[in-house]
C-alpha cells in the first residue's frame, strides 16, 4: 500500500505561486506513474498534470502548461507541482496520485490506485 499526503496549498493573490508537495509512504514510487487532478465543489476531479515513472515522460492540460511544473526527487520520494502565474480559476482542491503501472503517463482518474487527502488552493484576483 502506498500512502499519499499533499501539503503547500493555501491562499495566493492571482500571478503568485505556490509549491505543492506530495509525500509517499509504503513503498518506493520512483518507477510509479504519478499525477494531479483537481475539484471544485459540484464538480468531477479535473486533470492537471501527470507524467509516466521515474519522471521520463509528462503531459500537462493545456490551460497549466507553461505554468505548471511537475518533479520528482526520489531521495524524498515526493513529487512536486510548481504552479506559477496563478489565476483565480485555478482554485481547488488538488489532489496527487500513483499508480504501479509506470510505464507511461494516465490522464484517467480511475487509472490510478492511490490517492491523496488533497490540499486547498485558493487563488484571488
Known amino acids: 500500500q502506498v500512502q499519499l499526503v499533499e501539503s503547500g496549498g493555501g491562499l495566493v493573490q492571482a500571478g503568485g505561486s505556490l509549491r505543492l508537495s506530495c509525500s509517499a509512504s509504503?513503498?518506493?514510487?520512483?518507477?510509479?506513474?504519478m499525477g494531479w487532478f483537481r475539484q471544485t465543489p459540484g464538480k468531477e476531479r479535473d486533470f492537471v498534470v501527470a507524467?509516466?515513472?521515474?519522471?521520463?515522460?509528462?503531459y500537462y492540460e493545456p490551460s497549466v502548461k507553461g505554468r505548471f511544473t511537475i518533479t520528482r526527487v526520489n531521495a524524498k520520494n515526493t513529487v512536486y507541482l510548481q504552479m506559477n502565474n496563478l489565476k483565480p480559476e485555478d482554485t481547488a482542491v488538488y489532489y496527487c496520485a500513483a499508480s504501479e503501472n509506470g510505464d507511461k503517463y494516465y490522464i484517467r482518474a480511475t487509472d490510478y490506485e492511490y490517492w491523496g487527502q488533497g490540499t486547498q488552493v485558493t487563488v484571488s484576483s
Open positions: 509504503g513503498r518506493t514510487v520512483g518507477h510509479y506513474a
Open positions: 507524467d509516466s515513472g521515474e519522471g521520463d515522460v509528462s
